[in-house]
């Protein structure tokens, strides 16, 4: 299973991105995925999360802000990030959980200037 996500960059204070994560390889049932951000010095944390039948979930920091959807047929999973603060720049990884496993891209830099 190979999660590979885009979408990143330098934005401005106020600005959006929309980041994408299209995952391929044989796995044939998902719980669910999520968005997940890492700041230098800081632990890794969720971000988002969907599950197979579309429940959501959001930090509270990022509430209003952020929408994570779930596109099944191109199985790729969006965060879109709207009214960005420079405290959301990180590195944003997806994960997809199946069964017992997880399984994490390399992630994508997201970078916000005051």
């Known amino acids: 299973v190979q999660l590979v996500e885009s979408g990143g960059g330098l934005v401005q204070a106020g600005g959006s991105l929309r980041l994408s994560c299209v995952v391929s390889?044989?796995?044939?049932?998902?719980?669910?995925m999520g968005w997940y951000r890492q700041a230098p010095g800081k632990q890794r944390e969720l971000v988002a999360d969907?599950?197979?039948?579309?429940?959501?979930n959001y930090a509270d920091s990022v509430k209003g802000r952020f929408t994570i959807s779930w596109d099944n047929a191109k199985n790729t999973v969006y965060l879109q990030m709207n009214s960005l603060k420079p405290e959301d720049t990180a590195r944003y990884h997806c994960k997809k959980t199946a069964g017992a496993n997880d399984y994490w891209g390399q992630g994508t830099q997201v970078t916000v200037s005051s």
């Open positions: 969907i599950t197979s039948v579309g429940r959501t």
């Open positions: 390889g044989r796995v044939f049932s998902t719980n669910g």
